[in-house]
């Protein structure tokens, strides 16, 4: 099982799950891992900047909370914290399971950190 730790530097750290919906991209991406990008917010998702440019795997045109996904048109890494929809098809490739709640602290700007767990 592969995990990964999201720490909003400053606010916190959360814990997320990777998973089959998309496993070329979820390896590539585990593999690219730690990457540090700047937050922007859309709505109720929180989304930067990742330097892996892949092609759509699986796009899905809708997103739950806790969904993390891949936008292939950034290239971004996103993260789902509410009822906010994706703004084109995103390749999802894991779930939080602890910490969602710090996304809803997160502004444009904060530092956001991925690591293997």
């Known amino acids: 099982m592969r995990m990964i730790e999201i720490e909003v530097l400053g606010k916190g750290k959360a814990f ?27 709505g109720e998702e929180v989304y930067f900047d990742i ?10 045109p809708s ?3 806790g969904d993390i996904s891949y936008w292939s048109p950034g290239p971004a890494f996103c993260i789902f914290f509410g009822k906010t929809q994706p703004y084109s098809p995103v390749n999802h490739i894991g779930k939080v399971t602890e910490g969602l709640e710090i996304f809803k602290r997160v502004v444009g ?9």
Request: net charge positive; proline share 8%.
């Open 16 to 42: 997320a799950k990777l998973d089959d919906r998309n496993p070329k991209i979820r390896d590539l991406f585990f593999g690219a891992l730690p990457i540090v990008g700047i937050a922007n917010i859309w």
């Open 51 to 60: 330097p892996l440019q892949v092609d759509n795997e699986n796009p899905s």
């Open 63 to 65: 997103a739950v909370a």
């Open 109 to 117: 700007g904060d530092r956001i950190v991925l690591s293997r767990r």
